[in-house]
């Protein structure tokens, strides 16, 4: 009986062998191109798209064009890396922190880079993005980086960009710079307030405020200003003392820095420059929403602005890899938070700093978060071109009303 069944079953597998037109392993043969080569679109359809771990390591798989040493390439918006860390004052590490960054951004692509928190894509809109290299930068005289630094931002933002005056406002490219430690962003602010004629705001995300005068670092080496001037802690102070800085328009956001001396000395200090301090503990009290007002109220939605984002403003245990960190910062999701809803200031420069990955450990924490702002901030510069072009589109993500009416059945629920 069971040979029989046997025999049986053996008869059907060869009777369905003939309908089995084809099997996994049946690809076409592989012929030789033609003489004249294959055709590029065909090259691009089989080729061009790379996985998120394959490719070279630029920002998100961004087409890389040294831009500094290549005028005839237009864009709109460059990732430019500024590999710079001898002005730091505690960790080094900081000069790895494009290379970190690029490798942490490798799964954005633009065939998966929508951003539900925002409902674009910011990498199939209107702009033209590269990935610009890096400024090359001395370590060996902070002078002369300093010099290189605002050579190559001047160089670049003085450009013409592809999409000219669409939007209006759109005049020159708009650079995101992967520090580096946080003094980078004097370079850029003296490019910025060169080309755009007039101080610029500044919204800076940071444990510490950087409005410190460099007589905070007490030195009875030198009388007369010095190279030592120049730290990551003092280039808003100079940026200040240069007039490149909108005072009264400005805001510190995520502080828990420790103060000087046994008083609010640095704080008078802070303010004579015009900074709105929002410190990290106030989110309890205010929220991530309250957080936003703050800021949007300050800096309103036509001032251009430099966003600067030191990655310390998150908390160590979520961003380890920095070389001043500072325990009891905001988590990542809400700092994402903050910046989905200051999308509508008017940003025409930004960074993100001081991810130093020798001490970001084995899964690239820092680096990871890092990729992600600059991700967000990319968002909110296409997102706000896209209203002032008048092409806006406001998607609603789906499901979004139903937990939006659970929270407030909630909320009624508690306040009983």
Known sequence: MVQSLALTASLWLIALLPLATSSFYDNPEVELPQKSGTPLDELEAKFGTDWGFTGISTFAHLKHIKCLTTPYEQFDIGIIGAPFDTAVSYRPGARFGPRAIRAASARQTSFRGFNHRAGINPYQSWPHILDCGDIPVTPFDNALALHQM???????????????TNPPSHTHPKLI???????????????????HKRPIAVLHFDAHLDTWHPGSYPSAWANTPTQADFTHGTMFWVASEEGLIANGSSVHAGLRTRLGGNDFADYDNDE???FLRIEADDIDAVGVSGIIELIMSRIGTETPVYLSVDIDVIDPGLAPGTGTPEAGGWTTRELIGILRGIEMLNVVGADIVEVAPAYDGMGETTALAGAQVAYEILTSM????????GEEVILTKPGTQKILAQGKKKARKDEL
């Open 150 to 164: 605002t050579s190559a931002y001047t160089e670049l933002v003085s450009r013409q960009p592809l999409s000219y």
């Open 177 to 195: 710079s992967l520090g580096g430690d946080h003094s980078i962003a004097l370079a850029a602010l003296r490019a910025l307030e060169k080309v």
């Open 272 to 274: 004579r420059q015009g």
């Open 382 to 389: 296409v997102k706000r071109g896209l209203k002032d072009r």
